[in-house]
């Protein structure tokens, strides 16, 4: 490594990294894999995986490394891992009233218990977070309060998106009120609004995250 | 008289135990149906290793999971707190079968949850 090489890592030492591991967490349905889309194509021109309605269809980790963001003139290159929904209870009956046959309920169901387990092991390999909510729903969940405690913990910087801002009910300033010491943006992943403003948070929090 | 049994935990109970024994106490007593309220819940790392044990446990038709709801922990702890290794205490948690405890309302000063009969 010539001089200018160890310069940079030690301000990167300082300062931060300026490739992180971005982990996309919630509960399921709040639209991980919709954000984890957005990004990816906003800045890639490419997609991470398939959205559905039926809770659980993300079932395994999906990876996107090396995507780019820019600010200003600040920029933050970023791989994205949108993990399964963190849920307390899987019942494969729920996916029946979604109109999939037994059989395959039970499969999903079994498979969704195993994301979990995934998406909780992934929070050791994580430079920062972004935590999704939908804010139509209540934001006062044990799911929320353990992922955020959990990152807490572990000293790991938490960026909250308010998702769904588009649809009517949503009140994102619930969710500001539930975790006040927390970064809050007001996001529709699925239309976009308000997603530069995500960007410009992302770069300024997650560009101070240290890899451990 | 059939009924749910709820049962209070002291913090004393849990602190004597490790974090392994503290989830399968957790475990073993709600998939028997019953409904534990902790007097001191369980840290995050704890309430994660929780859920995963959980999810490895949960049997469709038998067991699907469970309903926990508990207050955050309280303050902020200083740099010098954390590199001693302090942590913030838990707070009161109520942890039971997915299937006979639900959640009807929470915020930051109240949890209301129903109980179901057998």
């Known amino acids: 490594m010539g001089l200018l090489g160890k310069l940079k890592a030690a301000l990167q030492s300082i300062f931060g990294k300026k490739h992180v591991r971005i982990g996309i967490y919630g509960p399921p349905n709040a639209g991980k894999t919709t954000l984890a889309n957005r990004i990816a194509r906003d800045w890639s021109g490419d997609v991470v995986g398939s959205v559905s309605e039926i809770p659980h269809e993300t079932r395994r980790a999906q990876k996107k490394d090396n995507v780019v963001i820019k600010n200003g003139n600040s920029s933050l290159t970023i791989d994205i891992i949108d993990t399964p929904g963190i849920a307390t209870k899987v019942d494969f009956h729920e996916f029946m009233e979604h109109g999939l046959n037994e059989e395959d309920s039970r499969r999903r169901a079994k498979e969704a218990t195993e994301g979990v387990i995934e998406a909780i092991r992934w929070l050791d390999n994580v430079d920062g977070v972004i935590l999704l909510m939908d804010s139509t729903k209540n934001p006062f969940t044990q799911v929320n309060v353990t992922i955020i405690g959990n990152l807490e913990a572990r000293d790991l910087p938490v960026l909250i998106a308010a998702n769904k801002i588009d649809l009517d009910g949503s009140t994102p300033a619930t969710i500001k009120s539930a975790f006040p010491q927390h970064d809050v943006v007001p996001i529709s992943a699925l239309t976009g609004y308000n997603i530069e403003m995500l960007y410009e948070v992302m770069v300024k929090l997650f560009g101070k995250a240290r890899r451990k | ?118």
């Open chain 2, 1 to 118: 008289m059939a009924g749910i049994k709820v049962n209070l935990i002291s913090h004393q109970k849990l602190e004597s135990m490790s974090t392994d024994e503290k989830i399968d106490f957790i475990l073993k007593e709600v998939k028997q149906g019953e409904v534990l309220v902790l007097e001191r819940g369980l840290t995050p790392e704890e309430q994660s290793k929780l859920i995963e044990k959980t999810m490895e446990e949960i049997n469709p038709g038998k067991f699907i999971g469970i309903e926990i709801e508990g207050y955050r922990e309280e303050g902020k702890l200083s740099w010098l707190q954390k590199a001693l290794g302090k942590i913030r205490p838990p707070r009161m948690t109520v942890i039971g079968p997915a299937d006979k405890l639900k959640t009807v309302h929470r915020d930051n000063d109240v949890i209301k949850t129903v109980i179901f009969g057998r």
